[in-house]
């Protein structure tokens, strides 16, 4: 264990010990905190291990209204709604309630850049790809990029190493947003809003009042990336320069295609960047995640040339229509980040041959609308296999849209892969695209994509459930 850092005096409580609690715990313990660790669970499976390095109290288990008598400082995790009674308990108790990314914005360093990406769906493949033309930026003219935020790598895991002209690429979403104060994007790009989460917020308006707070603290020397496309998203209130993203039409500043050429436009001085043929991720959703990093890339400084080689090189992230394996004459696709049915009908549309997609794999009710899945199907899905406890609402949406040759499963994954793979031919694909979340099965999505691809890389012709 590391020698402990000088006390300051003040408690930080931490509520929820997932990635996001752990890192908060261990840079609150170097900034002289005393630490409470909290969660529903008593007992988190590795948490020993992981903060083996600082002094913490366990209090694992216990309702976190009992602890509020000893704390100054409430860490509060993204799953938990800041509408909780014991949160408002603790707020008149005058403790601040924050959650981990405005706990990481306040420690990084104040000349730190943070360009952000939210919306409903594309949020990780624009972070990961926007992230990735900074580290070629910063290669180049020093300094250095950090991807971090929803993405799946918190804040505040690195934001004491931070120093004046880094940038921070963070992926932010709704349930982050919803506890910041401070946090500042100096450029913020918004992807999409589509319904989702709608057990969490109660309404659509909710929703979209959480998606918009990643402008809220934005000022007139900052940028605010919208698709023009979508008109919630168009109509965003900023005090920021507003630049558009469109692949339908020109826009006046902002990022589009014209006669298949990626162009950026600002202030009258535009600047063409590739083919739109030449992108190295596919799909119509992917060239509009493309042009919102273009537009946050540029408008703060990155070199054409930069962008321009990241676009083409870039190919996709995973778990978001990843090419797993072909076995049998059949190629398999790991979505498992397709956790709403707006992006599930985004991975359905980039499919090129027949299909057999499988739906659920959760146990966890956003209260979602499945018909737009089914409606997007075009003749491209020849089978549905689907499991989990959505899996009445999935099969009513499929009765809905006269859809008929969907199958309910089991749970166990293994038989849920293989029974897929059974109504596939040679020259099928077999794709997993949930349009659920994966809790209650599952960790998270990328356990669900990592033992799906596991499953399927193991598969062999003598295999006898075949």
Request: glycine share 8%; net charge negative; with cysteine.
């Amino acid at each position: 264990m590391e020698r402990a850092p000088k006390q300051n005096g003040k408690t930080a409580l931490i509520v929820g010990m997932a990635k996001s609690g752990i890192a908060s715990a261990k840079l609150l313990y170097k900034k002289g905190y005393r630490i409470i660790i909290n969660d529903l669970k008593s007992e988190i499976e590795g948490i020993d291990e992981a903060l083996a390095s600082i002094r913490y109290t366990d209090r694992l288990g216990v309702a976190p209204e009992a602890l509020l008598d000893e704390a100054d400082l409430m860490i509060l995790s993204p799953v938990i709604p800041i509408f909780k009674p014991f949160v408002k308990s603790a707020i008149a108790k005058g403790i601040e309630v924050i959650g981990e990314i405005e706990l990481g914005y306040r420690y990084c360093d104040r000349k730190t850049r943070f360009v952000c990406i939210g919306g409903t769906n594309g949020k990780t493949t624009t972070t990961a790809l926007t992230g990735k033309i900074f580290e070629a930026h910063h290669a180049s003219s020093g300094g250095r990029s950090f991807t971090l935020g929803n993405i799946g790598i918190p804040i505040t895991e690195h934001a004491l190493e931070t120093r004046a002209g880094d940038t921070v690429v963070a992926e932010t979403a709704s349930l982050q947003l919803e506890s910041i104060v401070d946090f500042h994007a100096n450029a913020a790009g918004l992807l999409n809003i589509t319904e989702d989460h709608l057990n969490r917020f109660g309404s659509m308006e909710a929703y979209i009042a959480a998606k918009m707070r990643m402008f809220e603290n934005q000022t007139e020397k900052d940028f605010a990336v919208l698709n023009a496309d979508d008109p919630i998203v168009a109509a965003a209130e900023t005090r920021a320069k507003k630049l558009f993203f469109s692949r339908l039409h020109e826009v006046e500043n902002g990022a589009f295609v014209r006669d298949g050429m990626i162009v950026f436009r600002m202030d009258g001085e535009e600047t063409a960047l590739i083919p739109a043929n030449e992108l190295g991720i596919i799909g119509a959703h992917n060239l509009e995640n493309a042009l919102c990093a273009v537009c946050l890339s540029l408008s703060m400084g990155v070199a054409p040339e930069t962008v321009r080689q990241v676009l083409r090189s870039f190919k996709g992230v995973e778990h978001r229509i990843e090419y797993t394996r072909e076995f049998m004459g059949v190629t398999f696709y790991n979505d498992s980040k397709g956790t709403n049915p707006e992006s599930t009908v985004k991975a359905v549309e980039a499919m090129t041959k027949p299909t057999v997609l499988i739906l659920g794999t959760g146990n966890y009710d956003k209260n979602s609308d499945y018909r737009p899945v089914f409606r997007a199907f075009n003749g491209r899905i020849k089978a549905v296999v689907v499991n989990g406890s959505n899996t009445e609402a999935i099969l009513k949406a499929a009765a809905d849209e006269g859809y008929e040759n969907i199958h309910a499963c089991p749970d166990d994954f293994r038989e849920i892969i293989y029974s897929a793979f059974s109504y596939a031919e040679p020259g099928d694909a077999v794709l997993l695209s949930p349009a659920c979340a994966s809790w209650g099965m599952f960790d998270n999505f990328e356990q669900r994509g990592e033992v799906f691809k596991q499953i399927v890389n193991d598969m062999k012709q003598d295999d006898t459930v075949l």
